[in-house]
């Protein structure tokens, strides 16, 4: 069975930095793709980043809110997934999601979501 846990959420001031991971149960990191979404009070969760976890040129895709500011990278060999978060606005405050998409199964699995919150 696959298990994710989330962790590194928690309130900061306008400015702030935090760090989330995602740890996978499983010794196989490199067989998943991951992303981070979040999801607001009211809203739709929404894309945050991607990353093609390839083993030579891992890329990484933002959505255009969060570019130059987050930046998500993956440790195959802990089997953990980072969100780096600088610079944070009030407006990134959410619930925030780690999801690995298996590259050959085509199962997708989600963390249980860790909330952060950016107010004065």
């Known amino acids: 069975q696959v298990h994710i846990v989330e962790s590194g959420g928690g309130l900061v001031q306008p400015g702030g930095s935090l760090r989330l991971s995602c740890a996978l149960s499983?010794?196989?990191?490199?067989?998943?793709?991951p992303a981070w979404y979040r999801q607001a009070p009211g809203k739709q969760r929404d894309m945050v980043a991607t990353?093609?976890?390839?083993?030579?040129?891992?890329?990484?895709n933002y959505t255009t809110s969060v570019k130059d500011r987050f930046i998500i990278s993956g440790n195959n060999a802990e089997n953990v997934v980072y969100l780096q978060m600088n610079s944070l606005k009030p407006e990134d405050t959410a619930v925030y999601y780690c999801?690995?998409?298996?590259?050959?199964?085509?199962?997708?699995?989600w963390g249980q979501g860790t909330q952060v919150t950016v107010s004065s």
């Open positions: 499983e010794n196989n990191l490199s067989l998943y793709d």
């Open positions: 990353l093609e976890n390839a083993p030579n040129n891992p890329k990484a």
């Open positions: 999801a690995l998409r298996g590259r050959y199964s085509g199962r997708t699995y």
